[in-house]
């Protein structure tokens, strides 16, 4: 099986060693983002199979970096989980309208984090034929 | 060349001319030659013999002489001067001459008889004269035997006739002899001229034959020597020529040779061994070898055997097939790849007697071919790689080449697609449909997005349809490239549910707000309608005629309160009097309403299972239920039928949702025998407003409440109907184990008494005046109060024991609820009873069997009032005794909040056997005074509480356990609902764990006994701050710890310079990353320095700073 490959935009660099402990080398090709740019830019080279967007990032936010890829760029199947600390829920629900397949409120739990992860893939998986 | 044998015709000039006549005019031409060449002669011939003949006259006749003479001097002139014409008109023709002659006659004759009459005539002999001339004319004139004739005549006449004329013919002697002679004379001229003449003509025709057959020979002659001639010329022509063509065979041998040579490719002559006979250059150089070397080697000799094996050997094919044939080897000696190819040499009976081989370079077409294939190769593989289903067509919407996509999309292998109609493929009809832009743009060439679905694949696609144009902008057909969206389509299918849930719960929520705030003032008005009714019926007799009236209002103010508590169930604002119930017991005491209800015309059936398990259950609401359902039925069968109502026991619903839980159930199910529903009305019952009713005949309520009511009742519906077939209803409700609680039941009609005092409290006059009405005469003490503060003043200022509350829930100021607080804590034991139209978050509805709590729904009649007062007061006087109070300091200290006082007393009762102290408190205000006045070695806390949530008061006490740098003590918090985005909120708060209601004893004590184990209750104010940290991140926790004490100092420098933005961003991130490495109280720092820099609240964050610092410096880490 390919492994599962994660693009995390996160600006900070304890969270990401977080996600780095958190998610199974085994399972997970990773990449990191420290910001909405660089995020896109990743994407754009690389195609994840899921992207997980911290909310709140210097230069560009996740909330900005969704709405390019859902909108501009046009592409509605790669999956998209948001993090974020707000709690506030319409973010999320901001979030939903373009389309996401979950999300992440931090602080998570890093021995959590993968198997929160794999549930939005597989729920996000359309139904096998 | 002469050709007469007479000398005299020798130079006859006509001679050369004859072969072009025929023989006739031949003789002629010569015999009038002849002619004029003797005519000249024969006159000046006679001239002279004229003149010679006077000598004659001399001798015989001197007398006559010259008189004779005379005469024959102008004769022989005459004849000279004929002599001459003749000699000048040689040309002229033969008649001419011939008259001349007859002329020349004619005159010597005349001459001649002249001197004859002078000389005595017929004896005269000078007769012989006239014979001489005769002889000379005819004998000697090459002429006719006619003309001879006429001249003959013509001399003889001229004699005779004068001698006639003149008669005297003396001497007839001499006269015969004369004639006899002359005329024998003449006659033989005459036979020596035709003899003559004869031979003439003969000697002629023989010569013109002679000439002829000359001419002929010299003819042959000259066409021989021209035909040599010309013989000899051709001969030299041809030996000229060879000798070119000898020449240009050489220059051609040398140019073979040298083209033979300049080729690249090798040219090889093979014997019938296939020897080597002649080679090229090329061959020479390819092989590095002299011509000697390479020529008689046998040919396979040059290879290598692996390069030319049998297969291959073009060689070997053509000795088969003796045609032409070409292989390409690869010849791994000189890394090349060539053509070989090979013609035999046959002989004539097509036996092979050699070869001719050429081989040729390749490599740079083999190379060319394998980039060209590479590319090809490339293309494909990038083509079949996008995701992207991607089809080519031609003008004809026939599809010329897929992707791999496309072909999975399409179920189809590639044969299977190719060439397929575009539409037929992706639409599964036979012409191209007008509603698809792609089909469009194979149309019009105009590019096109077209979102369609597919019901022949059964997806949503987005097709991208793109013009294809060669060089010249002519029209190719199309590329189409297909991507499926139907999982995009269904996500926002979803989510267009979802919105449209959304809108139905906004759409109910507004309902029920109106409802609730038109309920509120309705029910204290029907309250004083119904109640005021009721009291002055009973003050009238029946009999009295204003009773009836007083009935009547009563009954309708009952009607509107009726409406009022359907508006209210159905917005779900209803305040829930839960109660351990039999559903048997509710359905029989409703059968003799049932009955009237349903009317005559319909039969109802009971089958009640006995015996039957308990709910949990508000029966006014189960009554509510039924009767709508009841109605329903009814009017489903306009002529009557069968309502059959079931009880019994059973496991969940088979069409169970995914959020049932397992366990028993009380079934409750209605079928009729009515009209059934279709599908789509079914689907449709339990929105509110709709109906199949009338106008003026339904609310569009009736369902969509029962449907709320169940709901709150953690119950299921199912509906089973089909039109014409009836329909059924079955509600489940869960089962509880527990009793039914025997309650002091009042006869209905009768209005209990007493003596306590009771404090009524509300701010509607009318319902006080109402209450007082009704108590003040049953012997109560009755207090009176408008507000909640002014019930607080006056309990504060009644000296004695108030024994019962009873208040309105809705006030202003202070509610029902906090005011029942407020009297519990000042006056311990006393019973509460609340009115209430609706409740709202001052009271909390998920009131769950809670016996303390009772309620009286407005509006009220004193009936109730007067039962519901004296139960209270009855059951608070028998529990009042069990209240333990229990101060042993060496037990565990456990505070429980929790507004519900069933789940109160249910963990009392659980953690009875265990040694501990139990503190019980309403909502999260008291919790947090209680937590921070006393200690606490576990706290057990509801999320939704009165007054202050669980949530909040967590928040609460961690930071005052912050605030006074106080050991975090255990919270356990207690939520209904079983989401982890519930209990991750209750972590983010500060619990420490979380558990779900309903709770099992073992599930609380040993939640209890994992949480204060590693507690020592005497360490509350140590300065080390313990914090466990999963063993996982034990590498990474002290580089956490670094940054942070980084953070302080990045902190304290921004506090300085009032940059907020920077300690808002470390907040945030701390805020995030805390509680991941364990450090909840980092991420509880970090959110409130990030709302500190946002309120740019100096002094806070100040304050957070030398938080984080000391929490820093005392923070001691343990993994496990």
Redesign the interface.
């Known amino acids: 099986m390919a492994k599962i490959k994660i693009l995390i935009a996160e600006?900070?660099?304890?969270?990401v060693?977080?996600y780095r402990?958190g998610l199974a080398e085994d399972l997970f090709e990773m990449r990191f983002a420290l910001n909405g740019k660089e995020t896109l830019d990743v994407y754009g080279e690389w195609q994840p199979d899921i992207i997980v967007l911290?909310i709140?990032m210097?230069v560009m936010t996740g909330y900005s970096v969704l709405k390019e890829i859902r909108e501009k760029m046009n592409d509605?199947?790669t999956k998209i989980v948001m993090?974020t600390?707000l709690?506030k829920k319409h973010d999320i629900i901001d979030c939903?309208?373009l389309?996401i397949h979950g999300y992440i409120?931090?602080?998570?739990?890093?021995?959590e984090i993968g198997s929160i992860i794999i549930d939005y893939l597989k729920k996000a998986s359309?139904p096998q034929e | 060349m002469p050709h007469f044998v007479s000398p005299l015709t020798s130079k006859f000039p006509a001679a050369n001319t004859c072969s072009r006549m025929d023989k006739s005019s031949y003789i002629e031409d010569n015999l009038a030659a002849l002619f004029k060449f003797w005519s000249p002669i024969l006159f000046l011939g006679g001239a002279i013999l004229f003149m010679l003949f006077a000598g004659l006259d001399y001798v015989t006749t001197p007398e006559n002489f010259r008189t004779f003479l005379a005469w024959r001097i102008s004769i022989a002139g005459g004849l000279l001067v004929v002599y001459f014409i003749t000699v000048r008109n040689k040309h002229r023709g033969i008649r001419f001459h011939k008259n001349l002659i007859y002329l020349g006659i004619l005159g010597a004759s005349i001459t001649i008889e002249s001197m004859v009459l002078r000389t005595g005539g017929h004896a005269s002999p000078y007769y012989m004269g006239m014979g001489l001339i005769g002889i000379w004319i005819i004998a000697f004139f090459p002429t006719s035997f006619l003309f001879s004739l006429i001249n003959a005549v013509t001399v003889y006449c001229v004699y005779l006739a004068p001698i006639l004329i003149s008669g005297r013919i003396t001497d007839t002697r001499t006269f015969i002899i004369a004639n006899t002679f002359l005329v024998a004379l003449l006659s033989s001229s005459l036979l020596l001229r035709t003899i003559n003449f004869n031979r003439l003509i003969n000697e002629l025709s023989l010569k013109f034959d002679l000439e002829e057959h000359r001419n002929l020979l010299e003819q042959l002659v000259v066409d021989r020597t021209e035909r040599m001639t010309e013989t000899v010329d051709n001969l030299q022509k041809e030996i000229v020529e060879r000798e070119h063509a000898e020449q240009a065979l050489e220059n051609a041998s040398t140019e073979w040779r040298v083209i033979f040579d300049a080729a690249k490719d090798i040219i090889m002559m093979l014997d019938q061994d296939f020897h080597i006979m002649r080679t090229n250059k090329a061959a020479a150089v390819f092989w590095n070898s002299s011509f000697a070397e390479i020529i008689g080697k046998p040919f396979s000799g040059l290879f290598r055997c692996d390069e030319m094996n049998y297969n291959m050997d073009p060689l070997s094919l053509m000795m088969q097939s003796r045609k032409h044939e070409e292989r390409e080897l690869y010849l791994a000696d000189h890394d090349l790849w060539v053509l070989a190819s090979v013609d035999p040499l046959l002989d004539n009976e097509r036996k092979l007697t050699g070869a001719v081989v050429i081989i040729k370079d390749i490599n740079d077409i083999k190379r060319m071919q394998d980039s060209i294939r590479k590319a090809r190769d490339e293309w494909e593989e990038t083509f079949n790689v996008i995701n992207d289903a991607i089809t080519i067509h031609d003008d004809k919407f026939s599809i010329i080449q897929a992707n791999k996509a496309a072909k999975d999309l399409l179920r189809a292998p590639f044969h299977e697609v190719e060439m397929r109609k575009c539409y037929e493929a992706y639409h599964g009809v036979d012409k191209p449909p007008a509603s698809c832009g792609a089909c469009r743009t194979q149309q019009t060439g105009e590019s096109s997005v077209t979102e369609m679905f597919e019901p022949h694949l059964n997806r949503y696609l987005e097709t991208k349809a793109l013009p294809r144009m060669d060089r010249q902008g002519r029209f190719l057909g199309t590329v189409h490239i297909v991507r499926d969206i139907t999982d995009r389509k269904k996500a926002e299918e979803e989510q267009r549910k979802l919105q449209d849930e959304l809108l139905q719960v906004q759409k109910m929520d507004s309902i029920g707000r109106l409802a609730g705030a038109i309920a509120h003032d309705f029910n204290n008005i029907l309250s004083a309608i119904i109640g005021f009714s009721k009291l002055a019926l009973l003050k009238v007799s029946d009999n009295d005629p204003v009773a009836e009236d007083l009935r009547i209002i009563s009954e309708s103010g009952e009607r509107a309160a009726a409406l009022t508590r359907q508006l209210l169930a159905f917005s779900r604002k209803q305040v829930l009097e839960m109660k351990v119930v039999n559903l048997n017991t509710v359905i029989e005491n409703m059968v003799k309403m049932i009955g009237r209800l349903i009317g005559a015309q319909v039969a109802l059936d009971l089958e009640l299972h006995t015996p039957l398990g308990n709910i949990v259950a508000d029966v006014g609401q189960l009554e509510q239920i039924l009767m709508n359902l009841l109605v329903n039925a009814r009017d489903a069968m306009p002529s009557g039928g069968h309502i059959t109502i079931q009880t019994a026991e059973t496991g969940p619903p088979k069409e169970r949702d995914k959020d049932i839980a397992d366990g028993q159930f009380v079934l409750l199910s209605v079928t009729d025998t009515g009209t059934g529903m279709s599908p789509e009305v079914k689907e449709r019952i339990f929105e509110p407003f709709f109906t199949t009713k009338g106008r003026g005949k339904g609310t569009g309520l009736g369902l969509s409440t029962a449907y709320g009511i169940v709901q709150q009742h953690n119950g299921h519906i199912v509906v089973r109907s089909e039109p014409g077939q009836g329909t059924t209803f079955e509600f489940y409700f869960p089962l509880v184990d527990r009793e039914v609680e025997k309650t002091v039941e009042y006869k209905q009609s009768v209005l209990v008494r007493g003596t306590e005092t009771v404090l009524v409290v509300d701010d509607e006059p009318t319902i006080l005046k109402l209450v007082a009405s009704t108590l003040r005469p049953l012997g109560y003490n009755l207090l009176e109060a408008s507000s909640g503060e002014n019930a607080m003043r006056t309990g504060d200022a009644y000296p004695g024991s108030i024994d019962l509350l009873l208040t309105d829930v809705v006030m202003p100021g202070i509610n029902g609820a906090q005011l029942a607080d407020k009297l519990r804590e000042r006056r311990p034991g006393i019973n509460v009873i609340f009115m209430s139209g609706y409740t709202d978050d001052a009271l909390g509805r998920q009131s769950d069997d809670d016996s303390s709590l009772v309620l009286i729904q407005k509006p009220l009649t004193p009936l109730v009032i007067a039962k519901k007062v004296r139960e209270a007061l009855d059951r608070g006087n028998s529990r009042r005794t069990t209240m333990p109070v229990d101060s042993d300091h060496d037990r565990m200290r456990i505070l429980y909040a929790d507004d519900d006082e069933a789940n109160r007393l249910l963990v009392k009762k659980y953690v009875d056997s265990f040694p501990c102290l139990l503190d019980l408190c309403e909502n999260g205000r008291v919790a947090v005074d209680k937590y921070q006045t006393g200690e606490y070695d576990i706290v057990l806390m509801d999320m939704q509480m009165p007054v202050m949530d669980g949530l909040s008061a967590c928040r609460t006490i961690r930071e005052w356990e912050r605030d006074h740098q106080t050991a975090t003590t255990p919270i356990i918090a207690l939520t209904g609902f079983a989401s982890s985005e519930e209990s991750r909120a209750c972590l983010d708060a500060g619990c420490t764990t979380c558990l779900t209601k309903p709770i099992s004893r073992e599930a609380l004590l040993s939640s209890i006994g994992q949480y204060t184990q590693q507690i020592k209750r005497s360490s509350r104010k140590r300065q080390d701050i313990d914090v466990r940290v999963d063993k996982g991140l034990q590498e990474l926790v002290p580089g956490y710890l670094t940054n942070r004490r980084t953070d302080v100092n990045n902190l304290r420098k921004a506090a300085e310079d009032n940059d907020y933005e920077t300690i808002r961003i470390l907040g945030h991130t701390m805020k995030g990353s805390g509680g991941g490495y364990g450090f909840d109280a980092v991420t509880e720092i970090g959110g409130q320095l990030e709302k500190a820099a946002m309120d740019h609240d100096h002094e806070e964050c100040r304050k957070m700073i030398t938080k984080l610092s000391e929490y820093l410096d005392f923070v001691r880490v343990t993994y496990e």
Do not use: C, H, M, W
């Not at chain 1, 600006?11 to 969270?15: F, G, L, S, V, Y």
């Open positions: 600006d900070d660099k304890d969270t060693e977080l402990k911290d709140v210097p509605r199947t993090a600390s709690k939903s309208k389309g409120i931090k602080p998570f739990q890093y021995n359309p």
